[in-house]
């Protein structure tokens, strides 16, 4: 049973008949019905469009279907219940679903420069600096436990602020994006498209995560089940390797990836491009390194109480399957 994090997500039937979960997808790989099916969760049709653009499944001896949800809460609820054999985020929302009780394990590390998560303000809003803040109430995307929330504490206790100096207010993205945009948010820790589009709408970044502020780090995971299955595993492997073939692509093809991400998202021109320019760019196995940078990530949040109980980083992962 998943302690806390169910009752942050939408129920899992909801889930599945909103975003058709399981069907097939158009980057679907063909092949027979003994096959190996692995269901990849994904978050605002990233990966999805990630690889149709870069065209880097051609070949897969496996076959593809996503698993699509707006963030990170749901996913790991769908991976829980065996709809999704993969998982798809920053590391603190891989941190809360594993102190949830998700049964997962981070098989590869991704890594970009934090710019895509960040804290934007009103434009009528006399926050000036991180400072600012105290008193105020911050709205957090999506549940608790997002990359968003770690940036925001991070900030704050950087800046000589506790975490009790803010009111905190969950939401889902298009919940929190559609209240922004009406005036009815002042303060809105976000993150990716959902930051692009606050900024278009008027909104004014105080903060994001570069410059060490978030560790960078994303997670691939996947369920323990999927992990136990030889061939699925074998698969995931092959899959891992082609995800760091399909971010090679889009580091190196920005202008394509840009007009993918308007084509498939309905994004306009300007935060395609932005979001081209914020996506991971690396597949990285894990290491040493990545536990120990993700560790302190967890051991901030447990102090502040949102971690509980605190992860071992180190456990919960699996490097057998990208070395």
Not at 38 to 60: R, V
Not at 188 to 202: E, N, R, S
Not at 312 to 321: E, F, I, N, Y
Request: net charge negative; proline share 2%; aromatic share 6%.
């Amino acid at each position: 049973m998943i302690r806390r994090f169910a009752a942050a997500a939408l129920s899992l039937s909801a889930l599945l008949a909103l975003t058709g979960c399981g069907a097939d997808s158009a980057a679907d790989t063909a092949g027979s019905q003994d096959q190996v099916t692995l269901t990849i969760g994904d978050q605002a049709k990233t990966l999805q469009t990630i690889f149709a653009a870069s065209d880097a499944l051609k070949g897969a001896e496996y076959k593809v279907k996503w698993a699509e949800f707006e963030g990170a809460a749901p996913l790991y609820q769908a991976v829980q219940a065996g709809a999704a054999d993969t998982s798809y985020s920053a590391d603190l929302p891989a941190l809360q679903a594993l102190s949830g009780g998700v049964k997962f394990k981070n098989v590869a590390a991704l890594k970009n420069d934090g710019k895509h998560t960040g804290i934007i303000v009103s434009k009528d809003s006399d926050v000036k600096s991180v400072k600012d803040l105290k008193g105020k109430k911050v709205v957090v995307s999506s549940a608790k436990g997002s990359i968003a929330e770690y940036l925001l504490a991070n900030v704050l206790q950087q800046n000589g602020l506790s975490y009790s100096d803010v009111t905190v207010q969950y939401l889902l993205p298009t919940d929190a994006q559609a209240a922004f945009s009406s005036g009815k948010i002042e303060v809105w820790a976000t993150f990716g498209v959902y930051q692009a589009v606050g900024l278009q709408q008027g909104g004014r970044l105080l903060v994001d995560g570069a410059d060490g502020r978030i560790s960078g780090y994303g997670f691939i995971g996947a369920s323990e089940k999927a992990l136990a299955s030889p061939a699925k595993k074998a698969a995931l492997g092959d899959f891992l390797e082609r995800l760091g073939t399909a971010l090679d692509w889009t580091s190196t093809h920005q202008d394509a990836y840009a007009t993918a991400i308007e084509q498939r998202n309905g994004a306009d021109p300007a935060i395609a491009k932005t979001l081209a320019s914020a996506a991971y760019s690396k597949v990285l196995p894990i290491t040493s390194e990545v536990n120990g940078t993700v560790q302190d990530v967890a051991d901030l949040m447990h102090g502040i109480g949102v971690l509980d109980p605190n992860v071992d980083v180190t456990k919960s992962a699996d490097a057998s399957v990208l070395k």
